[in-house]
C-alpha cells in the first residue's frame, strides 16, 4: 500500500524502530537470565539487579509495543455482531472504537507523565542494590505511552474524517482484520510501517 500521510509513515517507522529494539533488548535479558541461574546453580554467584531490570523491561517494552500492535491491527476486538451491521452503522462504531482507544491512551499518557514527574520531584531510587534513578526506566516509559497517544489520536482524527468522506475505506482501515488478512499477516511478515493507514487504495 501506498502512504500518503507523513504523520503515518513517521509513526509506523517510528514504532518499527521501537518495536525492533525491544526485541533485541528482550534477547539480552534473556541471555542474562540464563548466566544468572547457571552462575547460581554452578557457582553460587548471582548477578545483582538481573531480575529488576527485567520488570523494568516488562513495563517499557509493553508500552512500546502498544504503538505497533494498533498499527497492525493487532488489539482484540470482538465483532461476531460488528460484521453483519450495514455499512453506516458499522462504521460509526469502528470510528467510536478509535475515539474511545485514543482517549484512553491519552489518559494513560497523563498518568504516566505524573508518575515521572513525582520521581524526578523527589528523587526517586529503587530500594534494590542496584539503587537505580527511577526516571530512567519512567522515562521510556512514559514515552511509549505518549508514543501511543500520539498513534491513537492521529489514526482517531483519520477515522472520523473517514466516517464524513468514506465509509467503506473507514471499516476496510478501521474495522477488526478479516481471517483472510490475518493469514496474510501471520504468513507473510508484514511490518506495520507497510500497513499503516494510507492515504491510496489497497
Known amino acids: 500500500m501506498t502512504h500518503e500521510h507523513a504523520p503515518f509513515r513517521i509513526l509506523a517507522r517510528t514504532a518499527d524502530l521501537f518495536t525492533l529494539a525491544s526485541g533485541w533488548w528482550l534477547l539480552l535479558i534473556a541471555l542474562g537470565t540464563c548466566v544468572e ?15 529488576e531490570i527485567g520488570g523494568y523491561t516488562l513495563a ?5 509495543g502498544f504503538s505497533f500492535t494498533l498499527l497492525a491491527r493487532g488489539h482484540t476486538r470482538v465483532d461476531f455482531l460488528l460484521g ?5 452503522p458499522r462504521a460509526a462504531l469502528n470510528a467510536l472504537a478509535m475515539v474511545t482507544l485514543a482517549a484512553v491512551a491519552v489518559f494513560a499518557s497523563y498518568r504516566a507523565f505524573n508518575v515521572l ?3 524526578i520531584e523527589f528523587d ?8 537505580t534513578p527511577m526516571w530512567i526506566p519512567q522515562s521510556l ?6 508514543l501511543f497517544s500520539l498513534t491513537a489520536t492521529a489514526m482517531a482524527v483519520h477515522a472520523c474524517l473517514l466516517l464524513v468522506k468514506d465509509r467503506e475505506r473507514l471499516n476496510r482501515v478501521y474495522g477488526p482484520p478479516t481471517l483472510e488478512e490475518e493469514i496474510e499477516s501471520e504468513t507473510g511478515g508484514i511490518r506495520i510501517s507497510d500497513a499503516a493507514p494510507e492515504g491510496g487504495q489497497r
Not at 84 to 88: N, Q
Open 117 to 119: 514527574a513525582e520521581s
Open 37 to 51: 541461574m547457571v552462575s547460581r546453580k554452578l557457582f553460587n554467584f548471582s548477578l545483582q539487579g538481573v531480575d
Open 124 to 131: 526517586s531510587h529503587s530500594t534494590s542494590p542496584l539503587q
Open 84 to 88: 453483519r451491521l450495514p455499512t453506516g
Open 141 to 146: 516509559w512514559f514515552f511509549g505511552y505518549l
Open 60 to 64: 517499557v517494552t509493553s508500552a512500546l
